[in-house]
């Protein structure tokens, strides 16, 4: 693969995202970069391209494979493992969000029930609070089923809902 100008500010700027969700920059490289690949990559491309250690390279594959983004495959002929990418955004998206609900939304959630189950039981925590400790965990308990009702749609009703965007707000408000 080459780093033209564009994959490379692309790569750097999904690096730079990375961060911001809480990954490791090389990490999401390595994910952008895989990604945009047109065919699997072996650790040493990865590392001449990124201009990373190996033993980076490697650690941060290894984690992209546990969050299945990353899938290891082989070439006849050849001894060295390589690397792709989920080539569907759709799928891509869906990993990601299941693994930011693992790792976030769930243990909010059991927070939350504690939380609200143990504040009703307070006498002297104002009613506003309780309330509004309430309407938390309403709230995440909603985008928790909504996640779940909305990972099994397929892709492409997925796709026709996105379409009609507003349409369907207009639609609801009647």
């Given at each position: 693969m080459q780093m033209?100008?564009?994959?490379?500010?692309?790569?750097?700027?999904?690096?730079?995202?990375?961060?911001?969700?809480?990954?490791?920059?090389?990490?999401?490289q390595i994910q952008a970069l895989l990604y945009l690949s047109p065919k699997p990559m072996h650790a040493d491309e990865i590392v001449e391209l990124l201009s990373v250690a190996r033993s980076?390279?490697?650690?941060?594959?290894?984690?992209?494979q546990s969050h299945g983004l990353v899938r290891m495959t082989h070439i006849l002929g050849d001894r060295r493992d390589y690397f792709e990418s989920l080539h569907d955004v759709w799928e891509l998206f869906r990993v990601?969000?299941?693994?930011r609900k693992q790792k976030e939304l769930n243990p909010t959630l059991?927070?939350?029930?504690?939380?609200?189950?143990?504040i009703q039981k307070e006498t002297d925590t104002d009613p506003i609070t309780k309330e509004r400790v309430q309407n938390m965990l309403q709230f995440v308990e909603s985008t928790?089923?909504?996640?779940?009702?909305?990972?099994e749609i397929p892709t492409s009703t997925l796709t026709k809902l996105m379409a009609l965007g507003a349409k369907i707000t207009k639609?609801?408000?009647?």
């Open positions: 033209t100008p564009a994959v490379e500010k692309y790569v750097l700027h999904w690096g730079e995202m990375g961060t911001r969700w809480g990954t490791n920059r090389t990490v999401a980076n390279v490697s650690t941060s594959i290894r984690e992209l990601i969000i299941e693994q059991v927070m939350l029930k504690s939380c609200a189950a143990d928790s089923t909504w996640y779940e009702q909305i990972s639609l609801v408000k009647k």
